[in-house]
Nanobody, 124 residues
Framework: QVQLVESGGGLVQAGDSLRLSCAASGRTFSSYVMAWFRRAPGKERAFVAAIGWTGSTYYADSVKGRFTISRDNAKNTVYLQMDSLKPEDTAVYYC??????????????????WGQGTQVTVSS
C-alpha cells in the first residue's frame, strides 16, 4: 500500500517556475515507477513525466526541455521541476505510483496509486 501527497502548486505568471513534490509512504518506494499526470479543464488526464527505479526518465513532448522529474529515495519523494511555464500548463497535477513496462509509462491504467492532486495555474 502506498499513499501519495502532492504539494507545491500555486498561481504563477507565464515564464515562471514551480517545483511540485510528492511524498510517498511505504518502505518499497524505491521500487516503484513514479509519474506525474495532469488534468486541464475540460480534458482527460494526460501523462507529463515518469521516472523509473533506475532513474530513467520519460517526458511528454509538450513539456520536454522545460520540466524535470527527479526522485529522492531516501526521502520517499518525487519532484517535478517546472520551468518556463505556459498558460497551457494550467491543470491539476497528480502524482502516481505503479509498475508499468517501459512502453506503458504514459498509461493511467498502469498506475495503482494516486495522490489527491495539486492545482497549478499559469496566467498570461
Amino acid at each position: 500500500q502506498v499513499q501519495l501527497v502532492e504539494s507545491g502548486g500555486g498561481l504563477v505568471q507565464a515564464g515562471d517556475s514551480l517545483r511540485l513534490s510528492c511524498a510517498a509512504s511505504g518502505r518499497t518506494f524505491s521500487s516503484y515507477v513514479m509519474a506525474w499526470f495532469r488534468r486541464a479543464p475540460g480534458k482527460e488526464r494526460a501523462f507529463v513525466a515518469a521516472i523509473g527505479w533506475t532513474g530513467s526518465t520519460y517526458y511528454a513532448d509538450s513539456v520536454k526541455g522545460r520540466f524535470t522529474i527527479s526522485r529522492d529515495n531516501a526521502k520517499n519523494t518525487v519532484y517535478l521541476q517546472m520551468d518556463s511555464l505556459k498558460p497551457e500548463d494550467t491543470a491539476v497535477y497528480y502524482c502516481a505510483a505503479g509498475f508499468p513496462g517501459r512502453a506503458a509509462v504514459t498509461r493511467t491504467g498502469e498506475y495503482g496509486y494516486w495522490g489527491q492532486g495539486t492545482q497549478v495555474t499559469v496566467s498570461s
